[in-house]
């Protein structure tokens, strides 16, 4: 694909320049003798080596997602049919030769297929109607020019009730770098996509696709254009998706791509867009992924380069006196321990506190909202009518409760969505803000007494003097391993102003979701139903109208009563699963970093040591090898200065 600047080739550039710079600093704290550093460093690798720019396609059925996503990939990958085909969310990705993995609910590992049956194993099966399909998540493999460029593309079912609350699509949405949002360009907007919008898609910033496009005439396409994006803008403001909205035939833009009729392919809509989506992924999204671990890896050199003097020092101070001062900073380091486990208590009660006030906040926020059930319930818009014909009416009553439930439940999911991000996000980035502050100062605190340990032993007081403090805040080197990918989020905006806000919230409102799937689901349905038997309702020889609005009103209070009941259970699941998948990783970082510094310390005194014991010649040339680190630390500092220097001005 395009090797212009800001494309693909570029990141895949600069990416690999991070990964180079990255193993010589592993192998740096290796020669050092600093393993904690050295893992730290294999850690951000990995992250590094693991990931990738995650494209989902999200949008209701038939709308032509994995026609779509087949013209990306210039090949009949996934099935496409006039029926609705996808059942499980997909994930292409690349690999040498095309290959084939399924998953079902609760394996520990997938079972690998024939990529050439693949069509029918995930097709929704219409036969079994309403049986679910037993597996829950596709992976193909393919030889494919976009996915070699580090890109995923994640196609996902409709958006009806279960396939888009599952776990697993809220989880991919968690890790999307870019969503694209497909609709069908004359079809009004669906309830499910509206709500799906304006729940699950506000930290982010759509692709707006619209297919079909084929089917308008040329004279009422200006029109149509002007409609769909009405639509958006109606719900989104005006202003903030400029530039992403996209007309399409995705049905031409394959069969163009599998012909390779380029003319045919750029008329077809689909072209454009692709452009625009590696301009955003490999700029916008590239830095959000990288620029954190190069400042961290900045931060990280530019502390062994500190400690590099210590060490030099101590091989050449006199003899008896290393072991004199050694043993005199034996009560300064059991006061760092002490102070190392008072920030690690410190950290624990402020995540304690954090987890109980979201509880607390959405706690109440569940049980307002129950009160809200009844009114909503009493204007859900219903398909089915219930008629006077009694001998259908028990399975019209079903039908009819279980359409006041959904809509009622789709309304409340909307409602605790809204409130996540408009009300708690912000009341959480003020927290992590205020905890970042309090923990640079304990963190820096602790620094400064680590060096003021070093000067007293070895009596070098320029390194840390220097007046060269370090750029990076010390939270952003103890959350190296943690990263501002993947995790991202939260430590991502923890590591800087820079991400803040958007990225956390990009974390948080699916934890949440994922969190409170059931308030989402049309819960306790037979029960409901039940109730309304016992109530007579169903029963009474009421007349169509009147029989629906009793139904709504019984089944309003109970949803509410059920909401109500369960509200602090909910809030509490919710609020746990938000402290164990953001903080904790930030507070084991934390507290790994800690204990890693105070080992290192102890090390190089031991090294020191034992260098000395192994005579004038070890000493000389563990003297020449400590300069070489040192120069070569110097070198990697410069490298990742640039490289940072080179992302902030992307
Ligand atoms: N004319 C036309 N047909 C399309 C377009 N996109 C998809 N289709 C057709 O719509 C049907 C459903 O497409 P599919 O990709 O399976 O939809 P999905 O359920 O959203 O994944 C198939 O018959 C496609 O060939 C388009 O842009 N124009
Ligand atoms: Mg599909």
Known sequence: ???????????????????????????????????????????????????AFYVMVVGDFKRGKSTFVNALLGAQVLPVKAV??????????????????????????????????????????????????????AEVIWPLELCRNNVVLVDSPGLNDHESRDEITLGYLRKADAVIFLQHAIAPMSMDETQFLSSYLEAYDPFFVFTYFDAI??????????????????????????????????????????????????????????????????????????????????????????????????????????????????????????????????VDNQTRMLQERVENLLGGFLAAVADEAPVVAADVALTTKLGMNPLKLKERVEQVAGEIAAGTAKRIEEKVAQWVSGSLEPV?????????????????????????????????????????RQQEPPLTRFLAGVGGFVLGGVAGGMMGAQFGVKEALRALLPTMAIAMVWLFTPFGLPTLIAGLVIQGIVQSNMAGGRLETKMREA????????????????????????????????????????????????????????????????????????????????????????????????
């Not at 550093?37 to 990931?51: F, H, K, N, P």
């Not at 990705?93 to 399924?102: C, H, T």
């Not at 609760?106 to 079994?128: Q, Y």
């Not at 309090?438 to 390194?463: C, I, K």
């Open 1 to 51: 694909m395009s090797t212009e600047e800001g494309g693909y080739a570029a990141a895949a550039a600069q990416r690999l320049r991070l990964t180079g710079i990255c193993r010589q600093l592993g192998k740096i704290a290796e020669q050092i003798g600093d393993t904690g550093a050295e893992s730290l460093v294999s850690d951000i690798l990995q992250r590094m080596d693991t990931d």
């Open 84 to 137: 609705p085909a996808t059942a499980v969310i997909t994930e292409v990705k690349f690999g040498d030769s095309p290959a084939a993995q399924l998953w079902k609910e609760d394996a520990v590992s997938p079972e690998p297929v024939d990529p050439e049956r693949l069509v029918e194993l995930i097709t929704v099966n219409n036969k079994a109607h309403g049986q679910r399909n037993p597996y829950v998540k």
């Open 428 to 468: 959480i980035a003020q927290d992590l803000e205020k905890l970042a502050e309090r923990l640079n100062a304990e963190l820096g605190s602790f620094e400064a007494r680590l060096d003021q340990l070093r000067v007293d032993l070895t009596g070098v007081t320029g390194a840390a003097a220097a007046g060269e």
């Open 217 to 346: 005439d040329d004279h009422e396409r200006g029109e149509v254009t002007a409609a769909a994006r009405h639509r958006i803008t109606a719900l989104r403001g005006e202003e903030r998706d400029a530039g992403r909205f996209f007309f399409v035939d995705g049905k031409t833009a394959l069969r163009a791509r599998i012909t390779g009729d380029t003319a045919e392919y750029n008329s077809s809509g689909v072209a454009a867009l692709e452009s625009a989506l590696e301009h955003y992924l490999a700029t916008e999204r590239h830095k959000v992924k990288i620029l954190a671990p190069a400042r961290a890896l900045r931060g990280l050199a530019r502390e062994l380069d500190r400690n590099l003097p210590h060490e030099l020092a101590m091989l050449d101070s006199r003899t008896g006196e290393l072991e004199r001062r050694w043993e005199s900073a034996q009560q300064p380091l059991r006061e760092l321990q002490a102070q190392a486990r008072q920030i690690t208590m410190d």
């Open 555 to 650: 089944v309003g209070r109970e949803m509410a009563t059920q909401i109500r009941l369960e509200a602090p259970k909910q809030a509490r699941a919710a609020a746990k699963s938000f402290t164990d998948e953001t903080m904790r990783p930030i507070t084991e970082s934390v507290n790994s970093g800690l204990s890693s510094r105070i080992e290192e310390l102890t090390r190089s005194v031991a090294a020191a040591q034992e260098t000395r014991e192994q005579g004038a010649d070890a000493v000389d040339r563990r003297r020449i090898e400590l300069k070489q680190l040192d120069e070569q630390l110097r070198r990697t500092g410069e490298d990742l200065d640039d490289l940072v220097d080179d992302l902030v001005r992307m």
